[in-house]
């Protein structure tokens, strides 16, 4: 059974930095994609980033080009979201996702989930 654990989400200030990771486990990640994604109160889930899990390819949402960064420990079986320049419009709830096959941005492609945690960011 494939478990998405996240952690480090918390409450910091407009311009802060910070690190959230998701730790997998359950099943031989080769082959799949990760994802990021992102829910406000009151929003639809949207997608933050992605990576796939063997190459390290990358994909960003415009909305944080620059100043998010994925990326992945394949031998901790740990992915990343670095957070740079935090705006309060990025106060939601942080989803990691794991998908077989490559990339997408659609959140109903990625098979399983993580529980969540929340990133609020204040001005």
């Known amino acids: 059974q494939v478990q998405l654990a996240e952690s480090g989400g918390g409450l910091v200030q407009a311009g802060d930095s910070l690190r959230v990771s998701c730790a997998a486990s359950?099943?031989?990640?080769?082959?799949?994609?990760m994802g990021w994604f992102r829910q406000a109160p009151g929003k639809e889930r949207t997608f933050v980033a992605a990576?796939?899990?063997?190459?390290?390819?990358?994909w960003y949402s415009d909305s944080v080009k620059g100043r998010f960064t994925i990326s992945r420990d394949t031998a901790k079986n740990t992915m990343y979201l670095q957070m740079n320049s935090l705006k309060p419009e990025d106060t939601a709830v942080y989803y990691c996702?794991?998908?077989?096959?490559?990339?997408?941005?659609?959140?109903?492609?990625?098979?399983?989930w993580g529980q969540g945690t929340q990133l609020t960011v204040s001005s």
């Open positions: 996702a794991a998908r077989r096959g490559g990339i997408t941005t659609f959140p109903h492609d990625y098979e399983d």
């Open positions: 359950g099943r031989d990640f080769d082959g799949s994609a």
């Open positions: 990576i796939t899990w063997y190459g390290g390819s990358t």
